[in-house]
């Protein structure tokens, strides 16, 4: 299993920047994906997940109305769409399978990243004028 994050950079604040997560090495459709981020000194936290069929999406209350997360299955891709970025978005974010296709059980979200098995290598979004 391979998960490789891109798409993070420097950007100033209000503006946007799209993340994106390919996976190789397993039949993507049949996992949810989650985004987490850690920021300096601080714990990783979740940020959005994505059912498998990308039905359902689930977000973290600081990001709601602001990132989109959806996925194409045939390029084998979920992305992270991050508008009206706020420096306390600063992290570096990673992306993440969870070995199921939802990513709660009747309908919730379970954000712990110990439900999630394979881990991309992180990318880092710094939001700073």
């Known amino acids: 299993v391979q998960l490789q994050a891109s798409g993070g ?5 209000g503006g ?3 993340l994106s997560c390919a996976a ?3 039949t993507f459709d049949d996992y949810a994906i989650g ?5 300096p000194g601080k714990e990783r936290e979740a940020v959005s997940c994505i059912s498998s069929s990308g039905g359902r999406t689930y977000y973290e209350d600081s990001v709601k109305g602001r990132f989109t997360i959806s996925r194409v299955n045939a390029k084998n891709t979920v ?8 420096p306390e978005d600063t992290a570096v974010y990673y992306c993440a399978t969870r070995p199921t296709t939802q990513c709660g059980s009747y309908g919730s979200w379970h954000p712990d ?10 990318t880092l979004v710094t939001v700073s004028s």
């Open 9 to 13: 950079g420097l950007v100033q604040p």
């Open 16 to 18: 946007s920047l799209r």
């Open 24 to 26: 190789s090495g397993f």
């Open 35 to 39: 985004w987490f981020r850690q920021a």
């Open 79 to 86: 992305y992270l769409q991050m508008n009206s970025l706020k």
């Open 113 to 122: 990243e110990y439900e999630y098995d394979d881990w991309g290598q992180g």
